[in-house]
Every structure is written in C-alpha cells, then in structure tokens.
C-alpha cells in the first residue's frame, strides 16, 4: 500500500504556479520524499526529491512541512507540457521494492 | 546522454503465447528494476538486479514470469503462456547504484515502457 495520500485530479492555468499537496503522516525519520510524473504513454519522470529541507531545481520546488508529514511540489510557472500524473513516494534508500507509486494526482494545465 | 531505452514499444500476443522485452539501462548504472502498470494505475515493482545478479523478485506475479540480466546490462523480461490479465505497460527503470549510498545515486530513471495486449 502506498504511504502517501494525494488528490486525483487538479486544474491549473497555464503560466500560474501550480502546487501539488502530498500527505505523508506516517513517514519515518530516514525516508525520503521523491516526485515523479508521468506524461502520456511515457514512462516516470524524476523531478526532485527531499529529506527534511525545502530543494528547488530547474524543474521544480519542493516543501517539506517541519513535521514532515506533509509536503508540497510546486510548479512555479505551469505551461501546458507539465499537464501529467504527479506522484507523491516516501522511500528508504536501501529497500529496493520500497517505490509505492499510488494513483497520483492528475494535473491539467489549461490554457 | 542516452536514457533508458525498451522495445518493443508495443507487442500483442494471441492467449498462451511466451514474449520476451528487452530494456537498455542508462550506460555505467549497476541497479535496474522491472515495474508493471495495469491501465489508470501507478507502476508497481516487479523485479531488481544489481549488475547480473537478481536480488529480489517479490513482486514477479505468478512462475510465469521470469527476469534475466545474463552480462550486468541488457535485461529481459520474459512472460510464458500470456494471459489476458498480463496486459499492462512494463516499464523499466535503472540507477547509478542502489542501496542506501545517497538519494542521488539511487534515484530512478525510467524508460518509455512496453505496452502488452494480450488478445
């Protein structure tokens, strides 16, 4: 079962940031917060992943709750390329079947 | 660089025949990992190697299933006897190396997958 919880679905407008909510209450204290998508008959894409710090890449922003039970991706100016399923994973590093995808949330970027 | 590549890209089989799909790992990554995705749900583990060697096979469905990486690269899934609930896309997945060194070394890079239509 996966250890996260996140919306199905989500609308954003084009140009505007869109953030994504992950609910994750039961991590524990060495699992880490990956995101993938996925786009249209493609396969998992990385975006970014954390531990307990807020990390920004060239693709996206992630924030992490002090708690940590919650974190959000944050898309900071959404076109319509980003329109995929984003999904929310908490993982050891050395468990290798530890990658619990979950149904993810379905984001559409509209113009 | 080249990602992670699979073919076929699509494959239909008639009800009891064996097929075989192949992934190419990113060059140099020492870990790959078999996924299947039934239609509107995530991914889920199938398989991992680390180089040749197939270090857990949990998630393989049923003994009709079988996963090999024979040289610590090329890795073929092979199904036999394919039933109609085998249809999915199998994704493939490789990382520089799994096991707990850093987050950066054990992320995931996945290919385009193989769509599998069992008729």
């Known amino acids: 079962d996966a250890k996260t919880t996140q919306p199905p679905s989500m609308d954003c407008a084009e140009g505007r940031a869109a953030n994504l909510p992950c609910n994750h209450s039961?991590?524990?204290?060495?699992?880490?917060v990956y995101w993938y998508r996925q786009i249209h008959s493609q396969g998992p894409q990385y975006i970014i992943h954390?531990?307990?710090n807020n990390e920004t890449n060239e693709m996206a922003s992630l924030i992490i709750t002090e708690d940590r039970k919650s974190s959000t991706l944050i898309l900071p100016h959404a076109t319509l390329r980003d329109t995929a399923v984003y999904y929310c994973?908490?993982?050891?590093?050395?468990?290798?079947?530890?990658?619990?995808f979950g149904a993810g949330t379905r984001l559409t970027v509209k113009p | 660089g080249a990602g992670v590549s699979q073919s076929p890209r699509y494959k239909v089989a008639k009800r009891g025949q064996d097929v075989a799909l192949r992934c190419d790992p990113i060059s140099g990554h020492v870990s790959l990992f078999w996924y299947q995705q039934a239609l509107g749900q995530g991914p889920e583990f199938l398989t991992y190697?680390?180089?040749?060697?197939?270090?857990?096979k949990s998630g393989l469905p049923s003994d009709r299933f079988f996963a090999e990486r024979p040289e610590g690269s090329v890795s073929t899934l092979k199904i036999q006897r394919t039933q109609q609930e085998d249809s999915a896309v199998y994704l493939c997945?490789?990382?520089?190396?799994?096991?707990?060194?850093?987050?950066?070394?054990?992320?995931?890079?996945f290919g385009p997958g193989t769509r599998l239509t069992v008729l």
């Open positions: 994973i908490v993982r050891v590093l050395y468990n290798n079947n530890d990658m619990r």
């Open positions: 997945a490789s990382s520089l190396v799994s096991g707990g060194l850093t987050p950066s070394t054990d992320t995931q890079y």
């Open positions: 039961t991590i524990s204290g060495n699992e880490y």
């Open positions: 190697f680390q180089n040749e060697a197939q270090l857990d």
């Open positions: 954390g531990l307990k």
